[in-house]
């Protein structure tokens, strides 16, 4: 868990504070009703949505009990673990009921098997995982624990064929980037979010293995990512969502926290950023500082690293070491 004092972090935004700061964005009720209108996006698909979606989360807790308990007298479950995140990850985004519970089905029939993750043909992980963007989320963090300090250069790998191309990374991730909830009954922010994420560190970044990339596909990445996922009234960065004939675009926390951090803060507006950052800090995720109506710590580190990478409000080296620590998980 993240130990971070909230004290801290109010007491740092207001040292980080310059009098040179531009005119703070108006918070829009797309962002302080964000997550109210993606409940009645998916209310509008299915009208039971609400009293079928409390018993399968009910399951999944009582589910995820059994299979903790479990780990205590043996093995870990590696398979277990995967499909409850991938459930985790469904329940807040999809109304696809017949997934979420063939997903409970495996869970259940998976406890007090202990097993470990297995890698497929092209190189890919999270065997367990049915979605590919969660398998490309466990392959980065496989190859990261295993990558050398100065790999020499390798070439993008077999299981990134799907977006090799300049067209084939534009179609992938402009589908991803707008939700039609009401029509489709998902959500696709926690899959353009991890994907996205993943792409500017393997793609942008050449990590973990000091891939050999293709220029035009790296320039079409940073096109979409500066021009057209980008709010430019507000510097953040997050899905947009198809709602009676208009495109509401909410502010995202957590996308916008990966843009800038894969990209170490540069990015176009970081100080209009970081004043959305304070505008918003009262509203609940996904576009402000709460989680339920309360300060939640993953969150709160996101906010300290916006700060952290600004010039005008520079924090000194010593205290960067001090979040660094205190921060970790």
């Known amino acids: 868990m993240y130990k971070f004092s909230m004290r801290f972090l109010l007491a740092l935004i207001l040292l980080l504070e310059s009098p040179a700061v531009s005119q703070t964005p108006r918070p829009a009720s797309v962002d302080r009703d964000a997550f109210a209108l993606l409940e009645q996006d998916f209310v509008a698909f299915n009208p039971h949505y609400k009293e079928e979606r409390e ?4 399951r999944t807790y009582a589910l ?5 308990a479990a780990e205590e007298k043996g093995g870990k479950t590696a398979c277990g673990h995967q499909i409850l995140f991938e459930l985790e990850s469904l329940l807040i985004s999809s109304a696809d009921f017949k997934f979420i519970d063939a ?3 495996d869970l259940e029939a998976g406890i007090g098997h202990p097993s470990s993750d297995q890698e497929d043909a092209n190189g890919m992980w999270g065997a367990c995982y049915q979605q590919w963007y969660l398998k490309l989320y466990a392959t980065y963090d496989h190859l990261e624990a295993q990558a050398a300090d100065e790999p020499p250069p390798h070439p993008l ?5 799907r977006v090799a191309t300049p067209e084939k990374l534009t179609a992938y991730l402009d589908a991803l980037s707008v939700s039609d909830v009401r029509k489709t009954g998902l959500d696709h922010e926690p899959e353009f979010n991890e994907t996205l994420a993943t792409l500017l560190q393997m793609i942008v970044r050449r990590k973990p293995e000091n891939y050999t990339v293709d220029p035009a596909l790296r320039d079409a990445l940073l096109d979409r990512l500066l021009h057209r ?3 430019p009234e507000t510097g953040f960065w997050g899905e947009r969502y198809l709602r009676n004939g208009r495109e509401d675009f909410p502010d995202d926390l957590s ?18 950023i970081l004043d959305t950052t304070l505008a918003i800090k009262d509203f609940n995720y996904p576009a402000g500082w709460l989680w339920k109506g309360q300060f939640w710590n993953h969150n709160n580190m996101d906010v300290v690293a916006y700060f952290t990478m600004d010039g005008r409000r520079r924090v000194p080296r010593s205290k960067k070491r001090w979040l660094r620590k205190s921060t970790a998980c």
Do not use: C, E, I, Q
């Not at 018993?55 to 009910?58: G, L, Q, S, T």
């Not at 995820?64 to 903790?68: D, L």
């Not at 790998?157 to 064929?161: G, H, I, N, T, W």
């Open 55 to 58: 018993p399968r989360v009910a």
């Open 255 to 272: 996308v916008t926290f990966h843009v800038v951090s894969y990209l170490k803060g540069k990015v176009p507006d970081l100080p209009r």
């Open 103 to 105: 997903r409970l089905r």
């Open 157 to 161: 790998p077999a299981f990134l064929a």
């Open 64 to 68: 995820a009990k059994r299979m903790f």
């Open 229 to 231: 996922y980008r709010n």
